[in-house]
């Protein structure tokens, strides 16, 4: 039985079926709703080329009893993705990030182990994903809404087998409970977000907000880092290019809301594009994202692809 707050969700062909395993512990929960393949894509009546056989698609929410990730909270998931699959991580809404309540853990953390020597006065959400040949995750939560106060860590590890391997990878954040006159005033705000080959690190990309520094983005609600790498997400990363040159390009024309720069990844065999992103609010930038990782569909399927458009 996993330890509070673990989780673990994995995905497999085994004879070409798709077999799948979740377990979870309180506060955490995740729950897998099923998803149907796409038809095999027909090869044009080319007789050299074989039918691409589309990727099984598995989904899993990650959802908090609690409504949220609450003070001291220590959010462990591990997934594991093998070849010939594609699992989407999702959420149901943003994931809220409560107040910091000094010396007041929660209850299941009275006694903690803490192997990890982490600081029990603050939130911690980790997510390790393996991805074996041929596989591709796709981590596209909904963004993270830290509470006036709030001391949160998140850490997104991503370890890909091969060059074969794919993986889009969303991080992002709100300025808080706007509705209740919150904007920017968590404590901390820290996220980390690697992808390895092997012993090899592609990206590692980091931030870090406190308030001391946080007058700068009172024009900005919203902010987003995408990361598409891998085969499964090449046409998905050529998009990325070509609108941004074009808007180079057309640059002394009226610019929409949405801020956003895209950078190449190319590093050992592994190309692809990391993306970041800021506007003046949720939507603006839900909407930005969404309409950009369209072609994902014809990567995840019809079905899979519905529950992240249709998420809120």
Not at 218 to 224: H, K, L, N
Not at 259 to 265: A, F, G, I, R, T
């Amino acid at each position: 039985m996993p330890a509070p707050g673990e989780g673990t969700i994995g995905c497999k062909l085994i004879a070409g079926r798709l077999y799948q395993t979740i377990s979870s512990a309180y506060p955490l929960k995740i729950i897998s709703p099923k998803a149907v393949a796409n038809s095999p894509i027909p090869n044009d009546g080319d007789d050299s080329q074989q039918q691409q056989k589309p990727l099984e698609p598995a989904v899993g929410y990650i959802l908090s009893y609690g409504g949220g990730i609450v003070h001291g909270d220590q959010i462990n998931v591990r997934a594991q993705v093998g070849s010939g699959c594609a699992l989407i991580l999702l959420t149901q809404g943003s994931t809220k990030v409560y107040r910091h309540r000094a010396n007041r853990p929660p209850s299941y953390l009275k006694n903690p182990t803490n192997d990890a020597k982490l600081d029990i006065e603050q939130s911690y959400q980790t997510i390790e994903i393996s991805v074996e040949p041929n596989g591709l995750v796709c981590l596209l939560p909904d963004p993270v809404t830290c509470f006036k106060d709030a001391l949160y860590n998140q850490r997104q590890i991503v370890r890909l087998s091969d060059a074969s391997s794919s993986v889009v990878l969303l991080d992002w954040m709100t300025s808080g409970r706007m509705s209740r006159g919150e904007r920017w005033e968590f404590a901390k705000y820290f996220s980390v977000n690697v992808v390895e080959l092997g012993c090899k690190i592609i990206v590692r990309d980091a931030l870090l907000l406190e308030q001391a520094g946080l007058v700068r983005l009172r024009d900005v609600d919203a902010f987003a880092f995408l990361l598409v790498l891998g085969p499964a997400g090449k046409e998905v990363a050529r998009e990325f290019l070509r609108e941004h040159r074009e808007m180079r390009i057309r640059a002394f024309r009226k610019r929409e809301n949405i801020v956003w720069s895209v950078s190449e990844v190319e590093e050992f065999g592994v190309t692809g594009v990391a993306v970041r992103v800021a506007g003046p609010t949720t939507e603006d930038v839900r909407e930005w994202i969404k309409c950009r990782l369209a072609l994902l569909q014809n990567v995840v399927g019809d079905s899979a692809w519905s529950m992240y458009f249709n998420s809120s």
